[in-house]
């Protein structure tokens, strides 16, 4: 089933979409909504910034929107545009004069973002063009390369180190961009951080490991929780082996009653059906299994079969006796 189309009838909308002739006449019935934030609390700016609008970032500014609109959380366009590396929205913002060191409710600079997001182009960008500090902390201590190290954004970890980023800085909680890298198991980012120059001997001074997620202000997370560590974590492996081993010993089960059986030189239907089969009893009435002549004979004959004699054994049926054993070890299994 088709996903119903988008309807565009807000300026937050038409911002996010690039709707320019939905924009303008909207603005053109209400200018102020250009400077009103949504139902979310988001700016139009904010949207356009996001989904790299440049025509529509212009308009905006042309307008009188202010550049450094924030939100609920202090995030500002231009912390909207590295979610998603938007260089010419970010070059847009920049050039209207956009704060560069502008920070969030969590501390959180235009850095901190780009490199949660692993866009290590705008981060780049930032520093060649602007002279961004690309090892800023935020309000938990942690610099845009213990954010990269902990998502597993390889190529931004090799620029903000190529920049001259600090490998072996501890953060609030005493844990170094390599701590974050092997807590979320990130091989490749542990590898580049000791070349970097991060020791791997390094102990945390902080009682816990928990880093704190950004706000959920944008549309799409900063970062996701990072999963929990210690006793819980096993309960999934635990149950891996017990099944795993339940499994193995009704395989090894089936194998040793398949081999008994081949050693026997019987079949399942005959060991299971014996009493219906005159052949497979004695004189007493007891089983007798007449085709058994030791497990090694009945061994190598499964493996190597070839013609034997004749048996002695026989079922009577009318005119004619028939001979139980034929040619290669064959059997003839007969109902009476």
Same mark, same amino acid.
């Given at each position: 089933?088709?996903?119903?189309?988008?309807?565009?009838?807000?300026?937050?909308?038409?911002?996010?979409?690039?709707?320019?002739?939905?924009?303008?006449?909207?603005?053109?019935?209400?200018?102020?909504?250009?400077?009103?934030?949504?139902?979310?609390?988001?700016?139009?700016?904010?949207?356009?910034?996001?989904?790299?609008?440049?025509?529509?970032?212009?308009?905006?500014?042309?307008?009188?929107?202010?550049?450094?609109?924030?939100?609920?959380?202090?995030?500002?366009?231009?912390?909207?545009?590295?979610?998603?590396?938007?260089?010419?929205?970010?070059?847009?913002?920049?050039?209207?004069?956009?704060?560069?060191?502008?920070?969030?409710?969590?501390?959180?600079?235009?850095?901190?973002?780009?490199?949660?997001?692993?866009?290590?182009?705008?981060?780049?960008?930032?520093?060649?063009?602007?002279?961004?500090?690309?090892?800023? #902390?935020? @309000?938990? !201590?942690? +610099?845009? $390369?213990? &954010? =990269?190290?902990?998502?597993?954004? *390889?190529? %931004?970890?090799? /620029?903000?180190?190529?920049?001259?980023?600090?490998?072996?800085? #501890?953060? @609030?909680? !005493?844990? +170094?961009? $390599?701590? &974050? =890298?092997?807590?979320?198991?990130? *091989?490749? %980012?542990?590898? /580049?951080?000791?070349?970097?120059?991060?020791?791997?001997?390094?102990?945390?001074?902080?009682?816990?490991?928990?880093?704190?997620?950004?706000?959920?202000?944008?549309? *799409?997370?900063?970062?996701?929780?990072?999963?929990?560590?210690?006793?819980?974590?096993?309960?999934?492996?635990?149950?891996?082996?017990?099944?795993?081993?339940?499994?193995?010993?009704?395989?090894? *089960?089936?194998?040793?009653?398949?081999?008994?059986?081949?050693?026997?030189?019987?079949?399942?239907?005959?060991?299971?059906?014996?009493?219906?089969?005159?052949?497979?009893?004695?004189?007493?009435?007891?089983?007798?299994?007449?085709?058994?002549?030791?497990?090694?004979?009945?061994?190598?004959?499964?493996?190597?079969?070839?013609?034997?004699?004749?048996?002695?054994?026989?079922?009577?049926?009318?005119?004619?006796?028939?001979?139980?054993?034929?040619?290669?070890?064959?059997?003839?299994?007969?109902?009476?």
């Amino acid at each position: 089933m088709s996903k119903e189309p988008q309807t565009i009838d807000t300026v937050w909308k038409a911002a996010a979409y690039g709707d320019f002739d939905v924009l303008t006449r909207l603005a053109g019935a209400d200018p102020s909504l250009l400077h009103a934030p949504d139902d979310q609390g988001f700016y139009a700016l904010q949207w356009a910034a996001l989904n790299n609008r440049v025509a529509v970032l212009t308009y905006l500014l042309g307008a009188g929107c202010a550049v450094d609109v924030a939100d609920a959380s202090r995030q500002t366009p231009l912390h909207w545009a590295a979610v998603r590396g938007s260089v010419p929205a970010a070059e847009t913002l920049l050039r209207a004069g956009a704060d560069l060191a502008a920070r969030d409710s969590r501390g959180y600079t235009v850095a901190h973002v780009a490199a949660q997001y692993g866009q290590a182009g705008l981060l780049h960008h930032l520093a060649l063009r602007w002279g961004a500090d690309l090892d800023a #902390p935020d @309000a938990d !201590g942690r +610099t845009p $390369l213990h &954010w =990269a190290a902990y998502k597993g954004h *390889a190529d %931004a970890l090799r /620029l903000l180190l190529f920049t001259g980023s600090a490998a072996a800085r #501890p953060d @609030a909680e !005493g844990c +170094t961009p $390599l701590h &974050w =890298a092997a807590i979320r198991g990130n *091989a490749e %980012a542990c590898t /580049l951080l000791l070349q970097g120059g991060a020791g791997e001997k390094l102990l945390h001074s902080g009682p816990t490991l928990t880093p704190h997620p950004p706000p959920p202000s944008i549309p *799409a997370d900063l970062a996701q929780p990072r999963p929990g560590h210690g006793p819980a974590t096993l309960v999934w492996p635990v149950v891996f082996v017990v099944a795993d081993a339940f499994l193995l010993l009704s395989i090894a *089960a089936l194998a040793l009653a398949q081999t008994n059986q081949i050693a026997k030189n019987i079949t399942t239907n005959e060991l299971a059906n014996w009493h219906r089969y005159k052949y497979l009893h004695a004189a007493d009435g007891e089983f007798l299994n007449p085709f058994d002549r030791g497990w090694k004979a009945n061994c190598a004959e499964v493996c190597c079969a070839a013609q034997r004699p004749r048996s002695q054994y026989v079922l009577e049926g009318g005119e004619d006796s028939v001979s139980l054993l034929g040619s290669a070890g064959g059997k003839l299994d007969a109902m009476v």
